[in-house]
């Protein structure tokens, strides 16, 4: 997952990202289980990044955060793309650094098991 968040961020670095590429980018975040291991974790990344708030059931399912999500951002100005845009970037620098530490726990207990 990490070679995939370095990706994002240099995305994220362009001037300019559409908003596909912003739809794109949340849906596998929050799709991946190795970033949000519960469904409960997803709602503070959305109220820091997008500043929103769902009903408990919507995160019953990651599908329709998702969806939720992506009409949200399609309903967006330039401005507010802008800030989604930083936001999305200062999430994802913050974390690469964790993942980087999770990835030997994981790889080490992995290889484990295999013995």
């Known amino acids: 997952m990490n070679d995939t968040v370095i990706i994002?961020?240099?995305e994220l670095k362009n001037r300019i990202v559409p908003k596909y590429k912003i739809i794109g980018i949340v849906s596998q975040l929050i799709f991946s289980t190795s970033i949000f291991r519960t469904n409960h974790?997803?709602?503070?990344?959305?109220?820091?990044?997008?500043?929103l708030t769902f009903k408990p059931y919507v995160f019953k399912s990651r599908t329709?955060?998702?969806?939720r999500i992506s009409k949200e951002v399609s309903k967006t100005t330039s401005n507010e793309l802008e800030s989604i845009k930083r936001k999305l970037y200062?999430?994802?620098t913050e974390n690469l650094s964790e993942e980087k530490k999770l990835e030997p726990i994981i790889t080490r207990g992995a290889h484990q098991i295999e013995k």
């Open 8 to 10: 994002y961020t240099n």
């Open 90 to 92: 200062k999430f994802l």
């Open 41 to 51: 974790e997803i709602k503070p990344f959305l109220s820091d990044v997008f500043g």
């Open 64 to 67: 329709l955060v998702v969806a």
